[in-house]
């Protein structure tokens, strides 16, 4: 069974930067595309980032590209979502998944996902 556990949320003032980790364990994280959603106070759950097993192909919401990067250390079971020039409407909870894939498929809808973590607040003030 798969578990992911994120980290690095945390309060930051608007134009500043953070940088998630979601620390995978009970599994080769290899095998599993990922992906960063995210999902604000009466909002649905939205797909922020996804990538493939390798690392090579990367896909971003268009409210996000050239804003935040996904990258991945397999050997450290890790996926990271680094965030810069944060504003308050990238305040929301962020959660990671994981979906068992053996190709190097990266994008996926939400209730494809196989695992997910419990997520990470980021709040963004002006």
């Known amino acids: 069974q798969m578990q992911l556990v994120e980290s690095g949320g945390g309060l930051v003032q608007a134009g500043g930067s953070l940088r998630l980790a979601c620390v995978a364990s009970g599994g080769n994280l290899s095998i599993y595309a990922m992906g960063w959603f995210r999902q604000a106070p009466g909002k649905e759950r939205e797909f922020v980032a996804g990538?493939?097993?390798?690392?090579?192909?990367?896909l971003y919401a268009d409210s996000v590209k050239g804003q935040f990067t996904i990258s991945r250390e397999n050997a450290k079971t890790t996926v990271y979502l680094q965030m810069n020039s944060l504003t308050p409407e990238d305040t929301a909870r962020y959660h990671c998944?994981?979906?068992?894939?053996?190709?190097?498929?990266?994008?996926?809808?939400?209730?494809?996902?196989?695992?997910w973590g419990q997520g990470t607040q980021v709040t963004v003030t002006p």
């Open positions: 990538i493939s097993r390798s690392g090579r192909s990367t």
């Open positions: 998944a994981a979906k068992v894939i053996s190709t190097s498929a990266y994008y996926f809808a939400s209730n494809q996902y196989n695992y």
